[in-house]
């Protein structure tokens, strides 16, 4: 009986009163937040999510009078110690006793399946779904905003497979355009094959810079359009050349991934879509959605009205395929595929446009599917520098922030001998930036700070009392992760679950109490321990045993 059967209990107190069933009710009971500055309630009924003309007028004064009467009609029993009325809600406290017992008997027991077996998910239909996330540029900076790609994708591909959905992990690489002219026309001039094997993603921005600066004289440019148009030519000479450059980058790629502990079903790519695009080109012909501009380009009017015309550029002028062109191949080859529910994609806010126009044309070719497409979009992060100076590549972070725990753990004196330091430094190292960035919106941008994610200490204050109200909350909190995708309500449960352990390690000795007693707490630390360690692999950290 934890937060689930506490819920069914008031639920079934109110379905009599109210003459209404008791699983219609269930949802219109919520766990009221932790506040650091009074005593709350533990549960809350909304009068206006029961009450059906919510629209009238005085409606304040209305839901105000309804939950002071209801209020009055309920009685306490051994599950509910308190009822009481607020503004236009009943309040329920539960018995403290009871309340603590049960929720750690449910949590020690059902371990790293608590949470995600609450009756709030059974009305949730499992689905299968495709997401994308990370899709670094090869030659390009895999930057900071690839870093949030990856652990965003991950976080909601890790929520997703504990909640019981099926997930194809994609990594969508950008691996073809008209930059692989250029960076082929600069390795022949300015490239290394030895460097190329032993730092691909290294040496092909070396070479990318170079030939970017060279690309100011018209003949360069001239050459990178020739080798580009050999590509999609299937030159063997130039073809041959490209794939030493993805598969090497590819074996880079995993290797940076293994830090992160993050792992892709499928490394896609444009690439694979280039002769798909123009499949993709002819079904818009032949349904008369591509236009041609005055300079040769081909359209497509998303517009509704044809006096505010709203054009997406599907092909250059001499035939040649676009992102764009290739992210509709992409999405109509995935859906036939794997038969998905859901296709997300996480990228940053940058490319909101983008994603409205493949949704928008995929509709207009007819996929009704494009409605369950999404964009999954982030803010950028600012004032990430490492000592080298500015972040080029994500590994220099990585390197980075495991030197700096590393010099942390050595300076104080708290630190535990470990087997393995450089592990635990990375281990710990990764939960820094991931909690600093997942405590925001992902839509806000954030001044990145390595001070502020590096500190050991977070907010002080924290009441104890409410430690076991705080555990039977879970659900909750990842019923609204579930819901709209932000790891910000987990990662503020786990702080304040943090530090109410840590006020309850400090205020509750397990080590000299009577036998009961220190058996009680110890469940207790084990609980927080095992929804903490649950939490945290969700987000994509590794739980340390020593630090």
Known sequence: MAACAFRRSIASQLSKVLDLPPESLIKSISAVPVSKKRCVADFQLSIASITEDSSSSCLSQDLNLQAQKLAERLKCDAVVSEISAGPGTVNFTINRELLAKTVLQQVLKEGSEYGVKSELFSAVPKQKAVIEYSS??????????????????????????????????????????????????????????????????????????????????????????????????????????????????????????????????????????????????????????????????????????????????????????LYITRDLAAAIDRMNKHQCDTMIYVTDKSQSSHFEHLFQILKLMGYDWAERCQHVSFGLVQGMKTRRGEVVFLEDVLDEVRARVL??????????????????????????????DFRGLLSSDYQFSWDRALQSRGDTGVFLQYTHARLCRYDEVLYRSSQDLQPKHIVSYLLTLSHLAAVAHRTLPVKGSAPELAQARLCLFQAARSVLASGMKLLGITPVTQM
């Not at 349904?287 to 250059?316: I, P």
């Not at 300076?411 to 991931?434: F, H, Y």
């Open 136 to 321: 670094p540029n090869i030659a390009k900076k895999f930057h900071i905003g690839h870093l949030r790609s990856t652990i965003v994708g991950n976080f909601i591909a890790n929520l997703k497979v504990a909640l019981g959905h099926e997930v194809i992990r994609i990594n969508y690489l950008g691996d073809w355009g008209m930059q692989f002219g250029l960076l082929g026309v600069g390795f022949q001039r300015f490239g290394d094959k030895e460097k190329l094997k032993s730092s691909p993603l290294q040496h092909l921005f070396e070479v990318y810079v170079q030939i970017n600066k060279a690309a100011e004289d018209e003949n360069i440019k001239e050459l990178a359009k020739d080798f580009f148009r050999k590509l999609e030519g299937h030159d063997e000479q130039a073809l041959s050349l490209w794939k030493q450059f993805r598969d090497f980058s590819i074996e880079e790629y995993i290797r940076i991934y293994k830090r992160l502990g993050v792992r892709f079903d499928e490394y896609s790519g444009e690439s694979l879509y280039q002769e798909k695009s123009q499949e993709v080109l002819k079904m818009l012909e032949d349904k008369g959605l591509l236009q041609k501009t005055m300079q040769g380009t081909g359209v497509v009017d998303l517009s509704d009205k044809k006096d505010l015309s709203s054009f997406s550029t599907v092909m250059r002028s001499d035939g040649t395929s």
């Open 407 to 436: 010099q942390n753990m050595a300076s104080a004196k708290t630190t535990k001998q470990v087997e393995d330091p450089m592990d635990t430094a990375e281990k710990v190292g990764l939960s820094a930036l991931i909690i600093q």
